[in-house]
């Protein structure tokens, strides 16, 4: 990944738009990332530097979907590159009944078939009122439990205080570049595609260079 393009928007806007296509997401490189950020550290070093390391400043994100959904969260420099740092990956969920025990799942059967998961093909709300500043799209579809290689298709937005926000492993995208979008707007639908293994979304926020963590607006969140 070219830092520098993102560190730099005003001398190389064209090229800091195509690294965040290329790269901004280490879901491209997540391996390399994760390994990096581990080499010549002992686990007790990286406590250590978190400890001392400032709280990050948060995001108040509207809602990805319409409907009850889960999030892992990336660790503190679990995977250092701004749309990665602090990120969350989400899937949608169902009570689903098997002989009279109701569980929340993720997915129907054996979870096999992309349609098989709740948030397949779903829309994707806009996180928050935004330009949208970049689009990519990878038309390969992956098989649930095969990871698939990079790039995700994503959209890139922008607020009006300078913060950026990625959606990575969408579809059908319903936006282009430089239109102004909404928050709790349907731009997409959850797709599988790029360094991914099931139907999800990828969101990640950062604003001057630093990650930011990322909390729900529960005013707006759906009610199962």
């Not at 892992?72 to 701004?82: M, Q």
């Not at 948030?119 to 689009?135: A, H, I, N, Y």
């Not at 282009?176 to 959850?190: D, T």
Request: hydrophobic share 45%.
């Amino acid at each position: 990944m070219d830092r520098a393009a993102i560190q730099e928007p005003a001398r190389r806007p064209v090229h800091r738009l195509r690294s965040l296509a290329a790269g901004v997401l280490a879901l491209a490189v997540a391996p390399l990332a994760h390994a990096d950020a581990r080499t010549g550290a002992s686990a007790d070093a990286r406590a250590a530097a978190a400890a001392s390391a400032p709280l990050p400043a948060q995001f108040l994100a509207h809602p990805l979907f319409a409907a009850s959904y889960a999030c892992s969260e990336h660790a503190w420099g679990e995977l250092p590159y701004l749309g990665d740092d602090l990120g969350q990956d989400c899937v949608q969920q169902q009570f689903v009944d098997e002989g009279g025990h109701a569980f929340m799942k993720s997915y129907r059967g054996d979870g096999r078939r992309n349609e098989d998961w709740f948030g397949w093909d779903q829309p994707v709300l806009s996180p928050c009122d935004c330009t949208v500043l970049k689009v990519g799209v990878n038309a390969t579809t992956n098989v649930p439990g095969v990871l698939g290689k990079p790039p995700a298709s994503m959209v890139v937005l922008q607020a009006a205080d300078g913060t950026r926000v990625v959606l990575a492993h969408v579809q059908s995208l319903s936006v282009k570049e430089g239109e102004q979008v909404r928050a709790g707007q349907a731009i997409a639908r959850v797709g599988n595609n790029g360094y991914s293994r099931m139907p999800h979304i990828h969101i990640g926020a950062w604003k001057d260079k630093q990650a930011l963590q990322i909390r729900w607006d529960q005013r707006a969140m759906p009610v199962p």
